[in-house]
């Protein structure tokens, strides 16, 4: 497949490994204009070949063979929407995270997180709830701007909403052009650390910690799968922005939760003690927001040379939008996606979250590369992801597998567990390999609730 050998390349992996690849499975779960299905095939082949390669490197056994199945990765990608506990679905978005028609065009907003919800209101003079009054006057408000106007009244606030662009208008933009001049992804070195000795072990990231300083949603993604390998991910959230339970129940999966507010000595020093045994880091804030904490990656590599850090941003870290906020919606709507998959009347919208599932996956995969890499080679390893290198090789360079759209079923790729939340359906993990995990070996916690300590604490 295209897409996984480009993916693979870019990853910087041997290209033998791809005849190791089988397909299969019905591939009609992601509908699309884009080849939404090709990207969600070509991330995760390439995410379970970096996990079959790093088993080998494990166990001194020949890399195992990789099966990807089109309606297993389509049921993961659809993971967020597809969750229940009790039967309860969770409803993904606020009433005021939607499409609104400004004076001359859309705009897409985002307000899941109270915090988010707060400066938008604000920006738009509305009340301070999600009533039909506030609904009524936000609509309002931007009825008598313009796309643009909204947009930059929005960010001024802190708040989010993008004016809706065409692919054009984004790839003439200063952001598009040098989002254009990047790769898919970047892997580098930036020291001399000596060589990861990865004892024997029958899962890839058995004895690995990770330090999980991400949100909603690629990174969570990418740090499930961590955890499906066997590493012990930590999850650490500030105290004054709260996640989801509901996103959690979704991609907490084989993790533990704790809080840390990293502006205070106290918890900074608990989590300089947790980074002083981590193996990887993992972030996905804008960039800026823990640098100020004194966690770049040369500063992180000097306290602990020989990490993998792993860097997930929205819009890149360059142009005149490095700092500012983002989420897969958004995103879609800012580079052109809207537009293509809409309609002359209305913007339209991706099959699921796949900017975010996808670039999850390639995060990941860039892990156990790097981690593969170490082993050989050493050195601390940076990793780096935007989820709009994603859309332009979505766009750009994949193109739609030929062959026949077969149904697609995802309830065989569902399964039930008991939880401290209740029962809960999730989706099954679709990286396979011979001798991989089915599962994971845990459900999610309650979040933020387990002690800011590796293990089973």
Same mark, same amino acid.
């Given at each position: ?76 990608? %659809? ?128 004895? =690995? ?18 955890? %499906?390998?066997?590493?012990?991910? %930590? ?76 860097? =997930? ?26 537009? =293509? ?104 916690? %309650? ?11």
């Amino acid at each position: 497949m295209a897409g996984t050998s480009q993916a693979w390349a870019a990853l910087g992996a041997d290209a033998a490994l791809l005849e190791r690849v089988s397909y299969g499975g019905a591939s009609g779960g992601l509908p699309a204009r884009l080849p939404v299905m090709e990207l969600a095939r070509a991330t995760v082949a390439v995410c379970s070949i970096a996990a079959a390669e790093l088993a080998s490197l494990r166990t001194g056994r020949p890399v195992p063979r990789v099966r990807v199945d089109d309606e297993a990765v389509a049921t993961a990608f %659809l993971s967020d929407r597809l969750v229940r506990v009790d039967g309860k679905a969770w409803s993904t978005f606020s009433p005021l995270s939607r499409f609104w028609r400004a004076a001359d065009g859309w705009v897409r907003t985002h307000a899941n997180y109270p915090h988010h919800r707060a400066r938008l209101l604000d920006a738009l003079g509305a009340p301070g709830d999600i009533g039909e009054e506030a609904v009524d006057t936000v609509a309002r408000t931007i009825a008598g701007l313009t796309a643009l106007e909204v947009e930059e009244k929005v960010y001024a606030r802190g708040g989010l909403a993008v004016a809706a662009r065409g692919p054009q208008d984004w790839a003439q933009s200063e952001q598009g052009v040098m989002v254009a001049g990047q790769p898919l992804l970047t892997t580098t070195r930036i020291d001399e650390a000596p060589e990861r000795m990865l004892g024997n072990a029958a899962l890839p990231c058995a004895g =690995l910690r990770v330090l999980d300083l991400t949100r909603v949603l690629a990174g969570p993604v990418a740090t499930r799968t961590l955890a %499906l390998l066997g590493a012990d991910v %930590l999850r650490i959230d500030a105290p004054h922005l709260p996640e989801s339970q509901e996103a959690h129940n979704d991609t907490g999966m084989g993790k533990r939760s704790t809080t840390l507010d990293l502006a205070q000595a106290t918890d900074r020093n608990v989590f300089g003690d947790l980074l002083h045994t981590a193996d990887v880091v993992v972030t996905g804030y804008r960039p800026g927001a823990l640098e100020r904490f004194g966690l770049t990656p040369e500063a992180l590599a000097e306290r602990r040379p020989g990490l993998v850090i792993a860097q =997930l941003s929205a819009w890149g870290r360059y142009g005149p939008w490095h700092e500012r906020r983002g989420f897969d919606s958004l995103v879609q709507v800012a580079t052109g996606i809207a537009a =293509l998959e809409g309609s002359p009347d209305s913007p339209g919208v991706l099959p699921a979250q796949a900017l975010d599932h996808g670039t999850g996956y390639l995060l990941a995969a860039g892990v156990l590369r790097a981690l593969t890499e170490q082993h050989r080679t050493g050195g601390t390893r940076l990793i780096r992801l935007a989820l709009t290198q994603t859309v332009h090789w979505l766009v750009h360079d994949l193109a739609p597998a030929p062959g026949e759209v077969e149904i697609f079923d995802a309830e065989r790729w569902l399964t039930e567990t008991d939880s401290p939340m209740g029962r809960l359906r999730h989706a099954l993990p679709p990286l396979s390999y011979e001798g991989g995990p089915t599962n994971w070996v845990r459900p999610p916690g %309650l979040w933020g609730t387990n002690a800011p300590a590796w293990g089973g604490a």
